[in-house]
């Protein structure tokens, strides 16, 4: 906040905004073989200030893009051999009332697709991560819907905004969902 009110009184101006892009690495398992590796997210704290009459109201939005995989339902349906993998990108952005960590909200994206991305897979693991992307599969806006329903259950979280980009695999385009939505507070 100190930053913000200085940019202010520097500027002479009602309005900041601060955005603050960062990779964030953590550590992971692979399914099977239980390698350890790093793998990376970018996310983002958007901050902004505004001073009127005296009066300050903060705003803080946390993000993270979490890169995963998801299997299309349609091409598992009508395919005799199989289905086409996307390569994805869910982006969540939240405003809370206590604080949420990073790691919360890469683990409900993760969670709610056919399947989370490793950066270090053995061929076991990798037989593993293909089966449940099939037993797993789901549309952009399934893994919208479902996201948004965990962020919407929990107390914290006021607002929320997730987005889901699949990189389609046999098409010239990109399969894209995204909801905004309110919650309780």
Not at 150 to 178: F, G, P
């Amino acid at each position: 906040g100190e930053i913000l009110r200085a940019m202010l009184d520097k500027f002479d101006s009602e309005t900041v905004h601060i955005e603050l892009r960062f990779p964030y690495f953590m550590e992971q398992e692979a399914p099977v073989s239980k390698a350890k590796s790093q793998m990376n997210y970018d996310c983002a704290f958007l901050a902004g200030l505004i001073r009127k009459d005296g009066v300050e109201e903060m705003d803080l939005v946390v993000e993270a893009r979490v890169p995963v995989t998801m299997l299309c339902p349609c091409s598992k349906e009508i395919s005799e051999r199989g289905a086409h993998n996307q390569r994805s990108i869910i982006t969540i952005r939240v405003r809370s009332s206590e604080f949420v960590w990073l790691e919360e909200l890469i683990d409900i994206a993760e969670n709610e697709a056919s399947c989370r991305l490793y950066s270090l897979l053995k061929r076991e693991d990798e037989k593993h991560v293909t089966e449940h992307a099939y037993d797993h599969p789901l549309f952009a806006e399934d893994a919208v819907r479902a996201v948004a329903q965990r962020l919407k259950n929990d107390e914290r979280i006021t607002w929320y905004q997730v987005e889901s980009e699949n990189q389609e695999s046999i098409h010239n385009h990109s399969a894209y969902a995204m909801v905004v939505g309110k919650c309780k507070s």
